[in-house]
């Protein structure tokens, strides 16, 4: 089946084709003929298997090819990360009509949102906290819109977003197409879809917490030491077959950590997490993104923003605290019917957790297997060649002579006097010439004016005169003679 079979539009289909996109997923096939009806759905799948298309497809083909200035659309999502790629999502499949698109989120400079918006942007993706700012302040309109999508919906509810979501609803017309995705459908959310949607069809195309994705994902699970996991890291970087990969830490603080550390040992890796202003966030994922830097480490809140098909290894550098955080995390590879690889720390404080995990989804594998650096295993399950180090080999960069030990040299080796003579600072005289003048001042004494008195042993100090007859800066009086 092609999307063509599903009534998508010409220019759309033409547009995704050349980007590689022809077949369509379960959860595609499913929603888009109904959406394109104006059907309210309740979509649950995960993850990973083109929910953005799904309800992006029948969104921009039931706004039309030129629809009039405005906001028609509204998809909110619960971060930035996951508004920019959805966005970017949504600009592909637009690139051949007059349809807009603006990215509204926090984080980021009001002015070009602003601007997007006055110049007739049609779809708005944003977060609740932005949106609602923006309309607080009448900037954004929202009583025109037609088409409302509601993303991710239990990550708004674990984020607290639900309040914010309420408020926007009050603000739409009442008559409106809506449709709301989710991985899990906590009660919460069911009351949600109750009480703003009208008939809603429940599509389900997927176990959320089994199906294809996992039976993609090979999933290995070690008891590592805290002080070696740096090096194990080091190694599985360097497996067979390893591509883009993502590292998720639980903390800010120990993301910008191992960031460093795997730079120090030649790993090209960027971060994500709280501490990075929004522009920084968004360079380092699109680095990512483009190949540029191969490695991500990534902090949970950034997670769900990462929707990259080519992704070959996740690591988890501390195990997550549920088994939903842990499927968040390991989805990030074996993507689009990809396999992957998801590999999972457990320090030896956090077994509980691990029983946890593997109770809920049924791993079979109650005791992680203690794994060292050195650990023969390691190498053998992860395709690691043997003797394989944790840190890359660097050609050694040539040796770059100083400019003190230039200095000291004698007339003639490689620098002139002229040379020579500019790399002194304010006061400084060349190296072979401070030695004896440095043991008379420790012979001397300082009045503290400036000027140096001497004992009758000790040789007077040579001043010497710069270029123009100018004294060094800090001395009084005349020079002394000869």
Known sequence: MTFADLNIDTDIVDVLAGKGIIEPFPIQEQTIPLALTGQDI????????????????????????????????????????????????????????????????????????????KAGAQIAVGTPGRLLDLAGQRLLNLSEVTEVVLDEADKMLDLGFLPDIEKIFQQLPAVRHTMLFSATMPGPIVALARRFMTKPIHIRATDPDEGLTQANIKHVIYRAHSLDKDEVIARILQAEGRGKTVVFTRTKRAAARLQDELNDRGFPAVSVHGDLNQEQRERNMSAFKAGKKEILIATDVAARGIDVDDVTHVINHTIPDDEKTYLHRAGRTGRAGKTGIAVTFVDWEDLHKWALINKALEFGQPEPTETYSSSPHLYTDLDIPEGTKGRLKTTPKPKVESEVAKQGRPEGEGSSRRGRSRTRTSGSTDATADAPAEKAVASGTHDGQGTEHHDGNAAPRRRRRRRGGSRPTGTTGAAPTA
Do not use: C
């Not at 970017?88 to 984080?107: F, K, P």
């Open 42 to 117: 309740i979509g649950q799948a995960k993850t990973g298997t083109g929910k953005t298309f799904g309800f992006g497809l029948p969104v921009i083909q039931r706004l039309g090819a030129d629809p009039a200035p405005g906001i028609k659309a509204l998809i909110v999502t619960p971060t930035r990360e996951l508004a920019v790629q959805v966005a970017e999502d949504m600009e592909l499949a637009t690139s051949g009509r007059s349809t807009s698109v603006v990215a509204i989120y926090g984080g980021k400079a009001y002015e070009g949102q602003i601007a997007a918006i």
